[in-house]
């Protein structure tokens, strides 16, 4: 099933889309170039705020109030302690960027990566529509996470328990002598 | 809605995040560049669950997963950049030129 671009405006729940691209994309470039590092992480939340509300609209509303309590909830904050402990120049002149001789060339890369992946993608995908839906039910989640894929799960967990004595291992002062 | 508007925002996160790795110099701020790029390939997964009407929902678990393994490397990359900040004084990537050859 195909859409054609002016149908494509008559559909409200676009306009939505439209309203949430927005701020998701302008959060993501204040990211990359904000000159004040507690704004770019703070410009972070309203990109992964506005990719969560994404979910909310595509109906997977788990994941959608999953990244609001990882990514917003936890994440965010510890990437505003990093700030903190390792001293980032605060302020509004910080050089928090490469100088243009880096800058050109990464702009370049990514600007080509974007116009390829897009070329790419409307060649193969060009107004093809997603057929109505349902809201994906939170409980099919829970059983398929529990049933199909509890391997994966617990690979997971596994991973999680890593991480979290690695980052403590890490972390830790040694006072001199072992190790 | 179509497919291609997800993926569309999904590839413009994912080069923002790429121009973002390659242009920061505070390491905690090319952490923040690689959550854009996850979140980006989160995006497409969703979009393309929903799409392809999948029973298992694979795309959505995925994501989920990807979410636990974002959060887990996020706490390992501030910790390993808390002990180079010990070491150095500093949270630079381009003064991290011991290992250059």
Redesign the interface.
């Known amino acids: 099933m195909t859409?054609s671009i002016a149908d494509?405006f008559k559909?409200t729940?676009?306009w939505v889309?439209i309203l949430l691209?927005i701020p998701?994309?302008l959060g993501?470039?204040r990211?990359?170039t904000s000159n004040n590092?507690v704004r770019?992480?703070l410009y972070?939340v309203v990109?992964?705020g506005g990719?969560a509300a994404?979910?909310l609209s595509?109906?997977?509303a788990?994941?959608g109030w999953?990244?609001v309590l990882?990514?917003i909830g936890?994440?965010i904050i510890?990437?505003l302690?990093?700030?903190m402990?390792?001293?980032?120049?605060l302020g509004m002149k910080a050089?928090?960027?490469?100088a243009s001789n880096?800058?050109m060339p990464?702009?370049l890369?990514?600007?080509s990566?974007?116009v390829l992946?897009?070329w790419g993608?409307?060649d193969a995908?060009?107004?093809?529509?997603?057929?109505p839906?349902e809201p994906?039910p939170t409980s099919?989640?829970a059983n398929?996470?529990f049933s199909?894929?509890v391997v994966?799960?617990e690979v997971?967990s596994i991973?999680?328990l890593?991480?979290?004595i690695?980052?403590i291992a890490?972390?830790r002062?040694d006072d001199g002598g072992g190790a | 809605?179509?497919?291609?508007?997800?993926?569309?925002?999904g590839?413009?996160?994912?080069?923002?995040?790429?121009?973002?790795v390659?242009?920061?110099?505070?390491?905690?701020?090319v952490?923040?560049?690689v959550?854009?790029m996850l979140?980006a390939v989160?995006?497409n997964l969703?979009?393309f669950?929903?799409?392809l009407?999948d029973p298992?929902?694979s795309g959505?678990?995925f994501?989920?997963?990807i979410?636990?393994?974002?959060?887990?490397?996020?706490?390992?990359g501030?910790?390993?950049?808390?002990?180079i900040?010990?070491n150095r004084q500093s949270?630079d990537v381009?003064e991290l030129k011991a290992m250059r050859g």
């Open positions: 859409v494509w559909e729940a676009n889309f691209a998701t994309l993501a470039w990211t990359v590092i770019s992480v972070l990109s992964l990719a994404m979910f595509l109906g997977a788990f994941v999953t990244v990882v990514y936890a994440v510890l990437f302690i990093g700030i402990i390792t001293r980032a120049p050089e928090l960027s490469h880096v800058r990464a702009a890369l990514s600007l990566m974007f992946v897009a993608l409307i995908f060009s107004n093809t529509a997603i057929e839906f994906t099919d989640i398929l996470i199909r894929f994966p799960f997971v991973v999680l890593a991480a979290l690695g980052g890490l972390a002062r | 809605m179509t497919v291609v508007q997800f993926a569309l925002v590839t413009a996160l994912f080069s923002l995040g790429l121009y973002g390659i242009t920061r110099k505070n390491a905690v701020l952490l923040a560049s959550e854009l979140a989160n995006i969703v979009a669950d929903v799409y009407q298992l929902y959505q678990i994501s989920l997963f979410i636990a393994l974002a959060a887990a490397e996020v706490g390992i501030i910790a390993i950049i808390l002990m900040y010990r949270a381009d």
